[in-house]
C-alpha cells in the first residue's frame, strides 16, 4: 500500500514561516482534565429537522451539570442538524461542545475543510468516530464514504494541528486548528484480544481522551484499565467511562442481547428486577457506578448517556456530588 | 437430454392425442405434441390434459412398465420420458415441455433415500421446485408441474398417479401456452384467455444449438 | 470469478417489450460458473420469454446463443451472424461482457439481463462470497490475507468498528466481521503484532477513486500488426 497521494506539484516552501504551534489546554474539557478535575460530559442530540427551541432546551437542561456535552453527528445513521452546525450553536449558549465527526459520511477532504470550519466557529473537542453503518438509518441506500478511518481521521486532524499539514502533504496556511481529539473505547467489544491494542492505536494516532461504551461490568472494566495503565497509556490519555441509566430490566436485557460492546451482568439485571420502580434503581445505578469507576486509576471523569433522557443528567450528577448545578 | 426418445407406457394405453381430429395419427410418441394442432376446444369436445412424464430408469419407469404388465388401466393422456435418473433433469427440459404444448408435467424418482445414484430424486426435488417458481413468474400455474416418488415395484401407484396429475391439470383446464411456442414470428399472434390457445406457429425452436 | 445475478424476470421482460425478435447472449466463463448467465441460463431464460410472450399473446422470437468469452473479441464474432437477425441483444454476461457487446456490435441495442454483483468464490454448491473489492493495491499481507476492503462492511484499515459481535458484522449476523477474522489469523499465525501497526490512510487512485482503470503490457501487444480494415 503507498502512503496517501503526495500533492503532485510540491512546491519548495518560499520562505513561508509555518503557523504558530498550538500550545496549551485548547479548550474547557482539556483544561479541566490537565488541571486534574474530574470531568462530566454528557450526550445532546440534534434534532431531525429546524427545531432549534430543541437544541436550546437541551443546552439548558445540560448547561451547568457538565463541563462539555456531545453533539451526535447523524447517530444511528439517521439524518439531523449538522454536528458543526449544532455545536457551533451550544458554543453561543455557553455549553462546552465535543463535536462528533464519523467518518462514514465524509473523505478526507470534507473532514479536514470541516474541521477548520469547525474550530473557526469555536468548536474545540472532536470525537473521531466511524459512525454506525448507513443500513441502519434513514437513508439505507445511501453510499458510504470510509475513506479513512476513524483512527486514520485522528492522525490527520493530528497531523493538521501539530504538524501543520493537511493529510496530502500540503501546509496549512495562517493558523492551525486548535483541537482537542477524541475517540470511542469499548473496552467489552470483540474481539477481545484487540480491546487494548486497538486503544493504542488510537492514542497513538492522537487520541487525547476516550469516551467509552456503557460500563455495567465494573470487573471487567477495571482489567482493560489496569491492561491499558500496563502498556503506558494512560499517562496521554484520560478515560471517561461511558455511564447510561438503566430504566428498568426489560432494558437491559435488550441492550445485553442487542447492542454490541456492551456486558451487563446477570446481578444487574436481578437488581433492576428486584425493584418496582425501575428508574429510580437505575439511576442509583448509574450514581454507584459513576462513584466506582472514579476509583480507578486513569479515569478522569464520567459520560453520561441518557438516551432521550437528558433531564435525568442533573439528578444523576447532583447525586453523585460532581456538581451542584447551574450558579453554583 | 440423453434418453429424450419417449416411452409410451409400455403395454398401457397409448397416448391418443383426444384434443385432435381422427386424422391426427401420429406417427410416433413423441414429448412435443404434433405442430399445426388447431384445437379449439369446444364444448364438445372436453378438455383432455396432454401430461409428459419424466421416470427414472430405476424406479418409476419400472413402475410403469409393471403398471402395463398388469394391464392396469389409466388415462392415457401421458408421454413417458426415460431418464438415467431424474437427477439428470434440468430446468430448461421442463420449461421446454410446457414450450411444446404440455398441459402438465410430472417428474417421477425413486424413493427419498432410495436413489440409484444416492442423491439425484433430491436434486430433481430441488429443481422442480424451482422450476415452480419460474413457471409462476411467467404466467404458468406452478401446480401444472409435480414430482412423485415411487419404487419400481409400484405398478398400481404409477396408475395412481397419472390419474391423480391428469384430474389436477383437468381442473386447471388447458396450458395458458397450449398449442407450444412458436419461435419464429412467421404468423403468430396467439391470443390471451380463450383457453384453447390459437398460437398456430411452428414449434421449432431456435434453442436448439 | 465474476458473481453475477439475473435480474428479476419481470423486469427483463419489461426491457424487451419493444422488441419482436432477440438473442438471449450467454457468457460461457465466469457467470457460466456460477449458474447465472452460461448456456443453460441462457436456455432457461429463452424458454421463459418464449413461455411468458405466448401467455400474453406478444409476438416475439427468441434466439440464443452462448459464446466462450463476451469479453473477448474472437468470440464475439461467432455471434456476428444471429445478432444480425434480431432487433436486440439480451446479454447475461457481466457488466463487460455486456457493454463489449455493444462495443463490438455499434448499431445493435444491447440489453442487460444480468447485475454484476462481486468478485467472490464458491463456498459451497448454490453459495457464493465477495473476496475481493478491486482496490488495485493489495494489503493482505498486512491483514493475514483477509481484506478489509472487500470484507469490513465501513472497508476499515484499523477495524474492528466495535460495531460487531460474536464475531459477526454489525450490517449482518449471516456475515463475519472481517476483522474478527483478520485477528483471529493473525494470532493464529502468531503475527498479531501486525495488528498494531497503524495503516495510513490509502492512496485510492488505483480503486475506481482514481477513473476507469486499465492495464497495458507493452511486451504481449502485437508487434508489427497490420490493423485489419
Partial sequence: MTEAAAPKKAKPPAEKTPPPPVVGPVSGLEKLIKAGSFVVTAELGPPKGLDLEAIHKKVGILKGWVDAANVTDNQTAVVRVSSIATAAIMVQQGLEPVMQMVARDRNRIAIQSDMLGATALGIRNVLCLSGDHQTFGSEPGAANVYDVDSIQMLGILKGMRDDAKFAGGTDVEGGRPPLFLGAAWSPDADPAEVRTLRLAKKVRAGAQFVQTQCIFDLAAFKLEMKKAGDMGLLDKLAVLPGIIPLKSAGMAKFMRKNVAGISIPEDVVKRMEGNKDGKEEGTRLAVETIQAVREIPGVRGVHIMAIEWESKVADIVARAGLKKGPGA | ?209 | ?229
Fill in chain 3, 1 to 229: 470469478m465474476i458473481v453475477g445475478e439475473q435480474k428479476p424476470f419481470e423486469q427483463i421482460v419489461k426491457l424487451i417489450e419493444r422488441y419482436k425478435r432477440i438473442l438471449v447472449a450467454g457468457c460461457g466463463t465466469c457467470v457460466s460458473v456460477c449458474f447465472a448467465g452460461g448456456e443453460k441460463e441462457a436456455g432457461i431464460l429463452a424458454s421463459m420469454l418464449r413461455l411468458e410472450a405466448q401467455k400474453n399473446g406478444r409476438p416475439l422470437e427468441v434466439l440464443e446463443q452462448t459464446v466462450k468469452r463476451q469479453c473477448d473479441r474472437e468470440f464475439l464474432e461467432e455471434m456476428a451472424t444471429k445478432v444480425g437477425q434480431v432487433d436486440a441483444v439480451l446479454s447475461i454476461a457481466c457488466g463487460c461482457g455486456i457493454q463489449f457487446m455493444a462495443e463490438r456490435f455499434q448499431d445493435k441495442i444491447v440489453l442487460p439481463g444480468l447485475n454484476t454483483r462481486f468478485i467472490g468464490v464458491t463456498l459451497e454448491q448454490g453459495e457464493w462470497a465477495e473476496r475481493c473489492a478491486m482496490c488495485g493495491d493489495c494489503i493482505l499481507d498486512r491483514t493475514g490475507g483477509i481484506c478489509p476492503v472487500a470484507r469490513c462492511a465501513k472497508r476499515l484499515h484499523n477495524g474492528p468498528c466495535g460495531g460487531s459481535s460474536g464475531g459477526k458484522c454489525e450490517v449482518g449476523k449471516d456475515r463475519d466481521c472481517g476483522w474478527a477474522l483478520i485477528v483471529q489469523r493473525l494470532q493464529k499465525l502468531g503475527e498479531l503484532d501486525r495488528y498494531s501497526e497503524i495503516l495510513p490512510p490509502r492512496n485510492w487512485t488505483t480503486s475506481r477513486d482514481g477513473g476507469q482503470r486499465k492495464v497495458v503490457r507493452e511486451d504481449l501487444k502485437e508487434q508489427g500488426r497490420i490493423e485489419p480494415r
Fill in chain 2, 1 to 209: 437430454m440423453a434418453e429424450s426418445t419417449s416411452h409410451a407406457a409400455p403395454q398401457g394405453p397409448k397416448p391418443t392425442p383426444k384434443d385432435q381430429g381422427p386424422q391426427a395419427a401420429r406417427p410416433k410418441p413423441a414429448p412435443e405434441p404434433t405442430t399445426n394442432n388447431q384445437e379449439p376446444t369446444t364444448a364438445s369436445s372436453p378438455f383432455e390434459p396432454r401430461l409428459v412424464a419424466f421416470l427414472c430408469h430405476y424406479c418409476a419407469f419400472a413402475a410403469a412398465d409393471m403398471a402395463g404388465s398388469m394391464r392396469l388401466q389409466y388415462p392415457p393422456n401421458v408421454r413417458n420420458i426415460r431418464l438415467p435418473c431424474t437427477g439428470k433433469l434440468d430446468a430448461g427440459q421442463l420449461l421446454r415441455a410446457f414450450e411444446e404444448g404440455a398441459d402438465g408435467v410430472m417428474v417421477a424418482g425413486c424413493e427419498e433415500g432410495s436413489c440409484h445414484f444416492l442423491k439425484g430424486n433430491l436434486v430433481a426435488k430441488s429443481r422442480v421446485k424451482w422450476v415452480k417458481t419460474l413457471l409462476a413468474q411467467v404466467g404458468i400455474e406452478p401446480e401444472r408441474l409435480h414430482m412423485y416418488n415411487l419404487s419400481s415395484a409400484m405398478g398400481p401407484r404409477w396408475a395412481a398417479i397419472v390419474q391423480e396429475m391428469v384430474e389436477r391439470v383437468r381442473g386447471l383446464g388447458p396450458s395458458p401456452v397450449r398449442g407450444g411456442v412458436s419461435a419464429t414470428t412467421s404468423s403468430k399472434a396467439g391470443r390471451v384467455g380463450d383457453g384453447g390457445g390459437q398460437a398456430a406457429g411452428s414449434i421449432k425452436s431456435e434453442a436448439t444449438k
